[in-house]
């Protein structure tokens, strides 16, 4: 849903956490004050409308006084009939709301509320299919907030202001309408009338304020696809100003809605909107309402929601900016067709949010990587498919559908590479089926798999529909100039036996370092390169393309004991291992025993010496195979190799 403060939050989180261990499983943007309070105690539904009419238009009629919390108004709808025998009409509305009539064709008609929060009308007869048709719903009543705030009157400064957020269910909180995944209002007009020390901002363009005697009546119309949910208005004694952004063949207005207190702040963070909509019409296609606006209105959540075309924030943060940008591309032009695919929305919001952070502040990016990858492996499950869609918790997991969504795509790129990346987004951008409606994950990888020509149906499996993360384990050696290392890798969760996928790995010397990538497809791959010159370290990932936790490098000519005499015996063991040979003023600190895939399953701090000044180690338990020991003395570390029978 939101930047509930999210994506804010999480670059924020993601730098923090490297020193706090801090699971935020609900992170959304920047911090989100009062929402996690009630993603606790909510547990809201979708809309059961019967999805049986094409929705064409609403004219929406409200007065608001945002001193006061409450709704009057009237909707008009032209729809068009999709099965035979179309008698009546459903939309979804909350019980609380008092409806006072319905107009057809200049004539009352019946109506009835039904379990659900539906309201259901009643035609005089049948509506023939794909017959254009309309009717005007007259209601009023105090809504009941719903999700994280779908309609809301509160203050700012002393000031009352009344602002919306229907995501994910509460639309049908403040109005008739059609609270689904499926079929998008083709375009709308909203008009508000209200006391005129208030602005109204809303989607789509401002076409009029007008005064009438004490209050004013403002007109917003869209003529772009919208759902439901992104339908908002916000109402306060707003101060506006524009920012303009330069595009190929014209210029965005970018109109912002802000606190009268706040204009010196928002003045400078807005700034920041103009080269982020530039990366984005860079780096995917051009800005999907450029026939309209984008804009900001201030308002009192503790994030952003990203309402088609005016995103309403609660501050003016580069990273909450561009998050919410975003979404114009993803989840405003391209809405997820099921709240299981919301990562369809934020974790491309998400992604896109780093990348601005990696494109402008790139310093602060890379140190940042760590702590978001803390964040998804704070425990070993969960999948970015949302698998519970009655708990908003879970529909918007700062965890899993922002942070592990976005990595995902982070890893995509990495394995597709920039181009065949790049060009399935545009695509999948610019789809005739998809663009101005709803997508589901699928669709998506279709595009993927096209740009690219390759299968993708493993890499979704193992980091989409199924869970966990892998931690690996590289084993390596020099000799001369050949090098050979083992990749093993163990599964935080048992829904994936193995994950499949390119591993970078650098080599270092004194003088000298290279990085090469190897395509790893099973646990205890070996493999075997030239590095002509002499390593001392490797490095796994470098630059953290894969989501993993863990990860352990082994190597026999990294050791500061590497030339010292310390033998195992016997080898291969039975019940007991000694060692012997630790250089003269040595003392063994630490013993520890490692499998093949780079797991602990033995340590020890308290070393006993034998008489014979050996060290004595039980391995009875141990299962057969090969194993690593190290010791780390007070000269260094080294490895060694045995086997056990």
Known sequence: MKHFCLLLFIFIASVSLAQTNRNDNQCK????????????????????????????????????????????????TIFKPTTTNFNQ????????????????????????RQSGDILQIAFPSNVPINTLDSLRV?????????????????????????WTLSEPYGAKTWWPCKQNLVDKIDSIDIIVKTPQANRVGSNGLLISELNLGSDKIYHWKSRYPIAAYLVAIAVTNYVS????????????????????????????????????????????????????????????????EEHQTMTFVVAFTRSLLAHE??????????????????????????????????????????????????????????????????????IFDG??????????????????????????????????????????????IKHFETASGKDLSGFFNQWYYKQGYPSYHVLWEQAGSSTSFTLSQ???????????????????GEKNDTTLVFDNTYSGQSYNCTINFEVVRVYFDPEIRILSAQNTVV????????????????????????????????????????NAFGQIIYSDDSISVIPAGEIQVNTELLAKGVYIITLHTNLGKKHLRFLKE
């Open 29 to 76: 943007e920047v911090s989100e004050p009062g929402k996690s309070s009630w993603l606790r105690t909510q547990s809201p539904t979708a809309s059961s409308a019967i999805n049986n009419y094409d929705l064409v238009y609403h004219q929406c009629n409200w007065e608001i006084d945002p001193a006061v919390d409450y709704i009057k108004g009237n909707i008009k």
């Open 138 to 162: 007259y209601y009023q009543g105090k809504p009941v907030s719903d999700g994280f705030g779908s309609f809301v009157q509160s203050a700012h400064n002393g000031t009352p202001i009344i």
């Open 555 to 594: 190597g026999f000519n990294d050791e500061d004991l590497k030339n010292a005499s310390i033998v195992l015996y016997p080898n291969p063991a039975g019940t007991s291992l000694r060692i012997s040979g630790i250089p003269k003023g040595g003392v063994l600190q630490n013993l520890t025993i490692t």
């Open 241 to 304: 100003y524009s920012d303009y952004v330069p595009l190929k063949t014209s210029t965005l207005q970018v109109l912002n809605y802000v606190y009268p207190e706040n204009l010196d702040s928002a003045k400078i963070g807005t700034a920041e909107i103009v080269k982020i909509i530039h990366m984005y019409d860079s780096l995917l296609i051009d800005y999907p309402f450029a026939k309209e606006k984008y804009g900001h209105a201030q308002f009192g959540w503790g994030g952003g």
């Open 325 to 394: 940008c975003a979404h114009q591309w993803f989840g405003d032009h391209i809405t997820c067709g099921s709240w299981e695919d919301i990562w369809l929305n934020e974790g491309f919001a998400s992604y896109f949010e780093w990348l601005t952070t990696e494109r402008f502040d790139n310093a602060n990016w890379v140190f940042g990587l760590p702590g978001i990858i803390k964040i998804i492996t704070a425990l070993p499950g969960g999948s970015v498919l949302c698998d519970d869609t009655t708990q908003v918790s879970r």
């Open 399 to 444: 965890r899993l559908t922002y942070t592990k969504g976005a990595f995902l795509l982070r890893m995509l790129r990495w394995k597709l590479g920039d181009a065949d990346f790049f060009a399935a987004l545009k695509n999948y951008l610019n789809d005739v089926a998809l663009k101005g409606r709803y997508a589901k994950t699928p669709q998506l």
């Open 89 to 112: 009409i459903e939309f979804d509305l909350e019980a609380s709301m008092t409806v006072d009539s319905v107009m057809y064709h200049s004539s009352k008609i019946a109506f009835t």
């Open 490 to 508: 163990t599964q935080s969760h048992p829904s994936v036996s193995f994950f499949e996928m390119p591993v970078a790995l650098k080599f270092v």
